[in-house]
């Protein structure tokens, strides 16, 4: 199954194509967008990256969209829904996610891409709740998440299994929503 294109007032979420895989690898490559991972990536992790999300569009229908801005920019990163595959006490879960090129940043597409991956989520793929996840340094995303209408308790943080103990990143926040309340803040 292909990506559906879902549209907001100023973007477009639409499947990947072979154009994006080079800004997506400078991306990755670049050390102020992957400060909240545990590394940059390559050119082949990138690529396989771009592989895995068309795998999980054909397997759930739903996944890390490409985003463009009609006019202005035809690759701004991504927005969308993932299934970690990692254990944790909240897993299996589906998590809502985005990574923006620097030029994106503070335009609030990150809000705009995933208010409406949720409401995809939640209309279209029938989700109970989303979540969403990061290390507790990350302030910019997790200010995302409170916008999105996700609550954070802190008996929810964990360490991420996949980074060794004493990783500086290893602790995350976790924000969770349901769509009992996703709907009750849409009205």
């Known amino acids: 199954m292909s990506a559906p294109t879902l549209r907001t007032d100023r973007l477009v979420m639409r499947g990947w194509r072979d154009a994006d895989r080079e ?3 400078a991306m990755n490559a670049d050390p102020r967008v992957m400060e909240h991972f545990p590394g940059t990536m390559t050119r082949d992790q990138s690529d ?12 759930r ?6 985003v463009e801005v009609p006019g202005e920019a035809a690759f701004i990163g991504f927005v969308g829904l993932n299934a970690p595959r990692f254990e944790a006490h909240f897993t299996p879960a589906v ?10 940043w503070g335009h609030g ?23 969403s996840f990061t290390a507790p340094v990350n302030e910019r995303s997790q200010a995302v998440m409170r916008r999105l ?20 990143l290893r602790r995350h926040v976790l924000y969770r929503l349901s769509r009992v309340g996703w709907q009750a803040g849409e009205e």
């Open 95 to 104: 998590e809502v996610g985005w990574r923006l090129t620097p030029s994106a």
């Open 61 to 66: 229908g739903y996944g890390l969209w490409a």
């Open 109 to 131: 597409y990150a809000t705009e891409a995933a208010r409406e991956a949720v409401r995809f989520g939640f209309e279209e793929a029938g989700l109970a709740e989303i979540v």
């Open 48 to 59: 396989a990256h771009v592989d895995a999300i068309g795998e999980h569009f054909a397997a």
């Open 23 to 25: 800004p997506y690898a």
């Open 149 to 168: 209408g996700m609550t954070h308790d802190p008996a929810d943080d964990f360490d991420h299994p996949s980074l060794p103990p004493g990783h500086r």
